[in-house]
C-alpha cells in the first residue's frame, strides 16, 4: 500500500469520530465518505489526491525536460499525479499559491532526471514467459533443474494441479560443464518435477527440454523431422521407468532422450496460457521494466485474448505502467477493424491499443526479409512476404478508414517499399499522415524510399541494438549497396520520417540504455565495430539529444499520447527516471555503467526511492 492509500485511509476512519451534528455536515460528511471511497477504490496506481506535492531538484541543472527547445532545469514541481512546474527552487516557490511548506528532494550529485522511458516495439507475455525461471543463469544441469522446482513451490496454482504445463526458456548447455544436452531423467530425477510436463526453451530458441511426461503425451514418435531433429542417445541407457518401449525410436538401442530440435519442437503441445499465467508473465515483465526505468511498454503484438486481459486490467485500473497495444492481424482473417473498436487512451493515461499489426515479411538473419534482389550470399531467394500483398493492399486502407494506426514489421527493401505503396493508395480516402503509421522495424530501405517515408509522414520504429549484433554478419548477407539503406538512422531523420526506440525484448536486452548507446556509437558493448572504434557507418548515428527524444517525446508521439506524456512540461503526468549519472555527458563508454536510481509514474516511485 503506498503511503498515499494509507492517508486515505487514516482519514475515512478519523472522520466518524468528529462531532458534527447538523444535518448538512451529516450529508457533507457522507459525500466527503463516498469521496474517499471512490478514491480508495479507483485509486490502486493511479489519481493521487492533490496534497502530494513536492519539488524533486538536482544540484545544477541536471533535469531535462525533453521539451521542444531540449530545455534543462535544476527542478520540478510535482502536484498529485501531475508535472506542475519546473524551474529554479526560487522560482517555483515565488510561483506556488500555497503557503503551505513545500517538500523538496534532491537527487545525488551527479545524477540526472529524464522523462518516463517508453519501449516503442516489445512483446511484454513472451519475456514474462522466458524469465519466469531464470534458466540461464544456472551454471550446470542440477541447479538449472533446482530453479524449475523452486518456480513450482512458490506458485501455489502449479504445485497443487499436477497437470499444468510448466515452461521456461533460457538454458544454454554449451555454458554447463556436464558438456552434454539435459535429459528428460535430469527433469524426472526431481521428486518436485517428476509426474508433471515442463518444456523448457534453449536461450538461442532453437531446442526445447521437456520431461518425460510431455514424451508420454507426444508418443508415438516420428523417426525424423523435415528441418528438425529429435535428439537421442545411441547408447541406450534407460530414461526412466514411467516410459514405455515405444517411446525408444525404432531401434532397441536408441532412445528419446528429450530434447527436440528446430522444427521438430513443431511436435510438442505448447498449451492456451491461463489467465493466472498471464498474471505471472505480465508481473514478471512488469518488475524488470520498473526496474529498467521504463514507464510505458508499446506490445507489439497482441492476440485477442492479451487484449482482453489488457482491457480488463485498464478497467479495474490495476495497470501498474503504461500500455500501449498493436493488435494482430493475421492473413485470412476476416477483417476486423470495423467491429473491434480502436480504444483511445484511458482517463488515466495508462492504456491505450488503437493500432493494428501486420507482420510484412521475415528477418534479415534468418534470410526471410523479402528483398527487391536475391541475398548476396545466397542468391537463390529474395526471402519471403508472410502475408501477400493484395492483402497489404486491401487491409491497409481499410484500417485507416476505420480509426487505426497500421503498424507492419517490414525488415526487408521489398517488405518496405509494399507498405509504402498500400499507404500512397489510402490517400484519397484518409489523411495517411495523421494516423502516424509506423514501419516496425524498418531495416532495409532503398533511397527512393527513405524519401517516401519522409513524404508520407512514417513513423520509423527501430531497434538501435539489433544494429550492434548484425552488423558483423550484414554486408556479407546483403552486399556493398544495400547496405548503405540497412539501419539508416540518419537518412530516415534528413527525410523527414520520424524514429521511435524500442529493443524488441525479450530478443534483446531491455535495458533503454542499450539502444541508447548503440544509436549513438554502432559500436559493440565493448567498443568494436566491423569498421573500427569510430563505430558502423558512423553517419548514421543519433545524437545523444536524438536518441532521449526517441526513447521518452517520440515514443509518446508514436502513441498518440504527446500531449500529456514523453516530457516533463507543465500539465503532464509526472512520468520521470532518476539516473545515476548524466548519460548525456558522460564518455559513452560509461553509459552502460548508468544504474536506474528511480522510476516514478504519476509522481510515484515505484522502483527504488526519491
Ligand atoms: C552445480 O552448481 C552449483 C552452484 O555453483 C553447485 O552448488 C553444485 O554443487 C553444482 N552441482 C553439480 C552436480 O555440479
Ligand atoms: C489444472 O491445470 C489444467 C491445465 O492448465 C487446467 O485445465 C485445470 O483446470 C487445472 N485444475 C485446477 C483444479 O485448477
Ligand atoms: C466491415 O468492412 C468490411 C470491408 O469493407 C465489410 O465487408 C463489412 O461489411 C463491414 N462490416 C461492418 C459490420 O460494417
Ligand atoms: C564501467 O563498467 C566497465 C565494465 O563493467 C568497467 O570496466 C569500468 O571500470 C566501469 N567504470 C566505472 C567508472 O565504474
Ligand atoms: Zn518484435
Same mark, same amino acid.
Given at each position: 500500500?503506498?503511503?498515499?492509500?494509507?492517508?486515505?485511509?487514516?482519514?475515512?476512519?478519523?472522520?466518524?469520530?468528529?462531532?458534527?451534528?447538523?444535518?448538512?455536515?451529516?450529508?457533507?460528511?457522507?459525500?466527503?465518505? =463516498?469521496?474517499?471511497? /471512490?478514491?480508495?477504490?479507483?485509486?490502486?496506481?493511479?489519481?493521487?489526491?492533490?496534497? /502530494?506535492?513536492?519539488?524533486?531538484?538536482?544540484?545544477?541543472?541536471?533535469?531535462?525536460? &525533453?521539451?521542444?527547445?531540449?530545455?534543462?532545469?535544476?527542478?520540478?514541481?510535482?502536484?498529485?499525479?501531475?508535472?506542475?512546474?519546473?524551474?529554479?527552487?526560487?522560482?517555483?516557490?515565488?510561483?506556488?499559491?500555497? /503557503?503551505?511548506?513545500?517538500?523538496?528532494?534532491?537527487?545525488?550529485?551527479?545524477?540526472?532526471?529524464?522523462?518516463?522511458?517508453?519501449?516503442?516495439?516489445?512483446?511484454?507475455?513472451?519475456?514474462?514467459?522466458?524469465? $519466469?525461471?531464470?534458466?540461464?543463469?544456472?551454471?550446470?544441469?542440477?541447479?538449472?533443474?533446482?530453479?524449475?522446482?523452486?518456480?513450482?513451490?512458490?506458485?501455489?496454482?502449479? *504445485?497443487?494441479?499436477?497437470?499444468?504445463?510448466?515452461?521456461?526458456?533460457?538454458?544454454?548447455?554449451?555454458?554447463?560443464?556436464?558438456?552434454?544436452?539435459?535429459?528428460?531423467?535430469?527433469?524426472?530425477?526431481?521428486?518436485?518435477?517428476?509426474?508433471?510436463?515442463?518444456?523448457?526453451?534453449?536461450?538461442?530458441?532453437?531446442?526445447?527440454?521437456?520431461?518425460?511426461?510431455?514424451?508420454?503425451?507426444?508418443?508415438?514418435?516420428?523417426?525424423?523431422?523435415?528441418?528438425?531433429?529429435?535428439?537421442?542417445?545411441?547408447?541406450?541407457?534407460?530414461?526412466?521407468?514411467?516410459?514405455?518401449?515405444?517411446?525408444?525410436?525404432?531401434?532397441?538401442?536408441?532412445? %528419446?532422450?528429450?530434447?527436440?530440435?528446430?522444427?521438430? $519442437?513443431?511436435?510438442?503441445?505448447?498449451?492456451?496460457?491461463?489467465?493466472?499465467?498471464?498474471?505471472?508473465?505480465?508481473?514478471?515483465?512488469?518488475?524488470?521494466?520498473?526496474?529498467?526505468?521504463?514507464?510505458?511498454?508499446?506490445?507489439?503484438?497482441?492476440?485477442?485474448?492479451?487484449?482482453?486481459?489488457?482491457?480488463?486490467?485498464?478497467?479495474?485500473?490495476?495497470?501498474?505502467?503504461?500500455? *500501449?497495444?498493436?493488435?494482430? *492481424?493475421?492473413?485470412?482473417?476476416?477483417?476486423?477493424?470495423?467491429?473491434?473498436?480502436?480504444?483511445? @487512451?484511458?482517463?488515466?493515461?495508462?492504456?491505450?491499443?488503437?493500432?493494428?499489426?501486420?507482420?510484412?515479411?521475415?528477418?534479415?538473419?534468418?534470410?526471410?526479409?523479402?528483398?527487391?534482389?536475391?541475398?548476396?550470399?545466397?542468391?537463390?531467394?529474395?526471402?519471403?512476404?508472410?502475408?501477400?500483398?493484395?492483402?497489404?493492399?486491401?487491409?491497409?486502407?481499410?484500417?485507416?478508414?476505420?480509426?487505426?494506426?497500421?503498424?507492419?514489421?517490414?525488415?526487408?527493401?521489398?517488405?518496405?517499399?509494399?507498405?509504402?505503396?498500400? @499507404?500512397?493508395?489510402?490517400?484519397?480516402?484518409?489523411?495517411?499522415?495523421?494516423?502516424?503509421?509506423?514501419?516496425?522495424?524498418?531495416?532495409?530501405?532503398?533511397?527512393?524510399?527513405?524519401?517516401?517515408?519522409?513524404?508520407?509522414?512514417?513513423?520509423?520504429?527501430?531497434?538501435?541494438?539489433?544494429?550492434?549484433?548484425?552488423?558483423?554478419?550484414?554486408?556479407?548477407?546483403?552486399?556493398?549497396?544495400?547496405?548503405?539503406?540497412?539501419?539508416?538512422?540518419?537518412?530516415?531523420?534528413?527525410?523527414?520520417?520520424?524514429?521511435?526506440?524500442?529493443?524488441?525484448?525479450?530478443?534483446?536486452?531491455?535495458?533503454?540504455?542499450?539502444?541508447?548507446?548503440?544509436?549513438?556509437?554502432? =559500436?559493440?558493448?565493448?567498443?568494436?565495430?566491423?569498421?573500427?572504434?569510430?563505430?558502423?557507418?558512423?553517419?548514421?548515428? =543519433?545524437?545523444?539529444?536524438?536518441?532521449?527524444?526517441?526513447?521518452?517525446?517520440?515514443?509518446?508521439?508514436?502513441?498518440?499520447?504527446?500531449?500529456?506524456?514523453?516530457?516533463?512540461?507543465?500539465?503532464?503526468?509526472?512520468?520521470?527516471?532518476? @539516473?545515476?549519472?548524466?548519460?548525456?555527458? &558522460?564518455?559513452?563508454?560509461?553509459?552502460?555503467? /548508468?544504474?536506474?536510481?528511480?522510476?516514478?509514474?504519476?509522481?510515484?516511485? %515505484?522502483?527504488?526511492?526519491?
Amino acid at each position: 500500500m503506498s503511503s498515499l492509500d494509507k492517508k486515505l485511509v487514516h482519514s475515512r476512519i478519523a472522520l466518524p469520530r468528529r462531532r458534527l451534528v447538523t444535518p448538512l455536515a451529516r450529508v457533507s460528511l457522507l459525500l466527503l465518505a =463516498l469521496v474517499f471511497s /471512490t478514491l480508495l477504490f479507483f485509486g490502486d496506481f493511479s489519481n493521487p489526491a492533490d496534497s /502530494t506535492t513536492y519539488a524533486i531538484c538536482s544540484h545544477g541543472s541536471n533535469v531535462y525536460i &525533453v521539451d521542444a527547445l531540449n530545455s534543462r532545469t535544476p527542478c520540478i514541481l510535482v502536484v498529485g499525479s501531475f508535472i506542475s512546474d519546473v524551474g529554479d527552487l526560487d522560482s517555483i516557490q515565488r510561483r506556488r499559491k500555497s /503557503t503551505a511548506p513545500l517538500e523538496v528532494k534532491y537527487i545525488p550529485d551527479g545524477a540526472m532526471i529524464v522523462p518516463g522511458i517508453s519501449e516503442s516495439h516489445a512483446h511484454i507475455m513472451h519475456y514474462g514467459l522466458y524469465r $519466469q525461471i531464470p534458466l540461464e543463469v544456472g551454471r550446470n544441469i542440477s541447479e538449472t533443474v533446482s530453479f524449475v522446482e523452486n518456480y513450482i513451490v512458490s506458485n501455489p496454482d502449479i *504445485y497443487n494441479n499436477m497437470s499444468k504445463v510448466i515452461e521456461g526458456w533460457g538454458w544454454d548447455h554449451t555454458a554447463w560443464p556436464e558438456s552434454r544436452f539435459p535429459t528428460s531423467a535430469d527433469l524426472d530425477a526431481s521428486p518436485v518435477i517428476r509426474g508433471r510436463s515442463v518444456m523448457l526453451r534453449s536461450k538461442d530458441g532453437h531446442g526445447t527440454w521437456v520431461s518425460g511426461r510431455v514424451l508420454q503425451e507426444i508418443r508415438p514418435l516420428p523417426h525424423a523431422v523435415e528441418g528438425g531433429v529429435i535428439v537421442r542417445d545411441k547408447k541406450g541407457k534407460p530414461i526412466g521407468k514411467s516410459l514405455d518401449r515405444s517411446l525408444l525410436g525404432i531401434t532397441l538401442t536408441t532412445h %528419446v532422450i528429450g530434447v527436440f530440435l528446430d522444427n521438430a $519442437q513443431d511436435l510438442l503441445p505448447i498449451p492456451e496460457p491461463t489467465d493466472e499465467d498471464y498474471e505471472r508473465r505480465f508481473s514478471t515483465t512488469v518488475q524488470s521494466a520498473l526496474a529498467n526505468g521504463l514507464t510505458s511498454i508499446h506490445d507489439a503484438k497482441l492476440d485477442f485474448r492479451q487484449l482482453d486481459f489488457f482491457k480488463r486490467k485498464a478497467a479495474a485500473r490495476k495497470l501498474p505502467i503504461r500500455l *500501449y497495444g498493436m493488435t494482430n *492481424y493475421d492473413e485470412g482473417e476476416e477483417y476486423w477493424g470495423n467491429i473491434t473498436k480502436p480504444q483511445i @487512451l484511458s482517463d488515466d493515461h495508462r492504456f491505450s491499443a488503437r493500432s493494428v499489426k501486420i507482420v510484412g515479411d521475415g528477418s534479415m538473419r534468418t534470410g526471410g526479409a523479402a528483398l527487391y534482389e536475391p541475398y548476396t550470399d545466397n542468391p537463390n531467394t529474395n526471402g519471403f512476404m508472410r502475408v501477400s500483398e493484395a492483402t497489404i493492399n486491401r487491409v491497409i486502407p481499410l484500417f485507416l478508414r476505420d480509426g487505426w494506426q497500421v503498424n507492419v514489421h517490414a525488415i526487408g527493401d521489398r517488405a518496405n517499399g509494399i507498405v509504402l505503396d498500400a @499507404l500512397e493508395s489510402a490517400f484519397e480516402d484518409v489523411d495517411v499522415a495523421a494516423m502516424r503509421p509506423r514501419l516496425e522495424h524498418a531495416q532495409i530501405m532503398t533511397k527512393a524510399d527513405t524519401q517516401r517515408a519522409g513524404k508520407i509522414g512514417v513513423i520509423a520504429s527501430v531497434q538501435p541494438t539489433h544494429v550492434i549484433d548484425d552488423m558483423w554478419y550484414a554486408e556479407e548477407r546483403i552486399g556493398p549497396k544495400r547496405i548503405k539503406g540497412l539501419y539508416a538512422f540518419r537518412s530516415l531523420l534528413n527525410s523527414g520520417a520520424r524514429i521511435t526506440l524500442g529493443s524488441d525484448f525479450p530478443v534483446e536486452t531491455m535495458n533503454p540504455l542499450a539502444g541508447f548507446y548503440a544509436a549513438i556509437t554502432r =559500436l559493440s558493448l565493448d567498443g568494436r565495430s566491423p569498421h573500427g572504434p569510430g563505430g558502423w557507418f558512423p553517419e548514421q548515428r =543519433l545524437t545523444r539529444l536524438e536518441a532521449l527524444r526517441g526513447m521518452t517525446i517520440d515514443p509518446a508521439y508514436a502513441s498518440f499520447s504527446e500531449s500529456i506524456l514523453g516530457s516533463l512540461e507543465p500539465g503532464k503526468r509526472a512520468d520521470f527516471v532518476v @539516473l545515476s549519472q548524466n548519460i548525456m555527458t &558522460v564518455p559513452v563508454s560509461e553509459i552502460m555503467n /548508468t544504474t536506474f536510481l528511480a522510476t516514478v509514474i504519476d509522481g510515484i516511485a %515505484v522502483h527504488g526511492e526519491i
